[in-house]
């Protein structure tokens, strides 16, 4: 899978970029998963802060990608578990 930012994306924080990838990782997921569980592995606290309610309250940007993933997980009766994982563990981040 790959993407590429647009231009209104490309000026989002860091955190809204990481969070805003996670719900095109949902959408590109066939239509048959539904009614199910995904387990992600993230190395970002503030995407799982956000996530779990506890944080992202002052940044505008993450409240509403935040609001874009809840409504893919919801359409899909989809229960999304992050799981945080150390950058240098993070075997999605080798190629970058």
Not at 12 to 24: N, P, Q
Not at 53 to 60: D, Y
Request: glycine share 6%; with cysteine; aromatic share 8%.
């Amino acid at each position: 899978m790959g993407d590429y930012w647009n231009d209104e994306q490309k000026e989002l924080f860091i955190s809204s970029k990481e969070m805003l990838a996670l719900v095109h990782a949902i959408r590109a997921l066939p239509e048959e998963i539904r009614d199910a569980r995904v387990d992600a592995c993230i190395d970002s606290k503030v995407m799982i802060g956000a996530w779990e309610g506890q944080g992202g309250k002052t940044s505008f940007q993450l409240m509403r990608v935040t609001k874009q993933l809840f409504h893919e997980v919801s359409s899909r009766n989809i229960q999304l578990s992050l799981q945080y994982v150390e950058s240098n563990k993070n075997k999605a981040d080798a190629p970058s």
